[in-house]
């Protein structure tokens, strides 16, 4: 049984489109992120979600939105895709971290986003 | 601010070579520790973590990791290694009494040859 999954594996898009990435948890687990990986491998976390809460927002353009419908599911949609976005966006979920103390992380398998 | 730096960008290493990877982070209160390994084409997996209690941690595969609070430092290390070990290694720190934020360090790619 997968334990995080992300939808699509593989994004290819024209600058300007708007696109989604969605992720799944069945861990029961009370936070999600998501974390964008550029080309030389830098992992930055961009949100966390804590039982449908926004707990980290980083310095990430208005264009990029997270959407947590239930602690479950993060999503991620992206409006008017640069060619900057371009990179793998990886979402993960641990147990708690509503007091600041996360543990393991459990990652997804990773979301290619190709903007031409 | 917390950071963490992980100083050895790319090592190369034979087989059966003994290996250190170094990870210091700039945060004065109590961190929980990781390491985690990428393998080429897939997601990261945790090998090891430390909460508190004995500095010296082991994880899978034969990674261990020793916690040297003065130093601010969480080496990983290996006795050993394979080829299979061929991956991206990264550093992590999250301080619970500091920002809810979770910070990986750059990353260290390591390649065995066999």
């Known amino acids: 049984d997968t334990a995080v999954s992300q939808t699509p594996k593989y994004l290819v898009t024209q600058m300007g489109n708007d696109k989604s990435i969605k992720c799944e948890q069945n861990?029961?687990?009370?936070?999600m992120y998501w974390y964008k990986q550029d080309s030389k491998k830098f992992l930055k976390i961009m949100f966390s979600?804590?039982?449908?809460?926004?707990?980290i927002n980083e310095t990430v353009p208005n264009r990029f939105s997270p959407k947590s419908p239930d602690k479950a599911h993060l999503n991620l949609h992206i409006n008017s895709l640069e060619l900057g976005d371009s990179a793998v966006y990886f979402c993960?979920?641990?147990?708690?971290?509503?007091?600041?103390?996360?543990?393991?992380?459990?990652f997804g398998p990773g979301t290619r986003l190709t903007v031409l | 601010a917390q950071s963490v730096s992980q100083h050895n960008h790319h090592v190369i290493l034979s087989e059966a070579a003994s290996l250190e990877l170094g990870c210091n982070y700039s945060?004065?209160?109590?961190?929980?520790l990781f390491w985690y390994v990428q393998y080429p084409g897939q997601h990261l997996q945790l090998l090891l973590k430390?909460?508190?209690?004995?500095?010296l941690v082991k994880g899978i595969k034969g990674f261990e990791a020793e916690f040297i609070k003065s130093k601010f430092s969480f080496n990983l290390r290996k006795p050993s290694v394979q080829w299979s070990d061929t991956a991206e290694y990264f550093c992590?720190?999250?301080?619970?009494?500091?920002?809810?934020?979770?910070?990986f360090g750059t990353g260290t790619r390591l390649k065995v040859l066999a």
């Open positions: 979600y804590n039982n449908k809460e926004l707990i």
């Open positions: 861990l029961g687990h009370d936070t």
């Open positions: 945060y004065g209160g109590t961190v929980n």
């Open positions: 430390y909460f508190s209690g004995d500095p």
């Open positions: 992590a720190v999250n301080a619970p009494s500091g920002t809810y934020k979770y910070i």
């Open positions: 993960a979920s641990s147990s708690d971290g509503s007091s600041g103390s996360f543990d393991e992380q459990f």
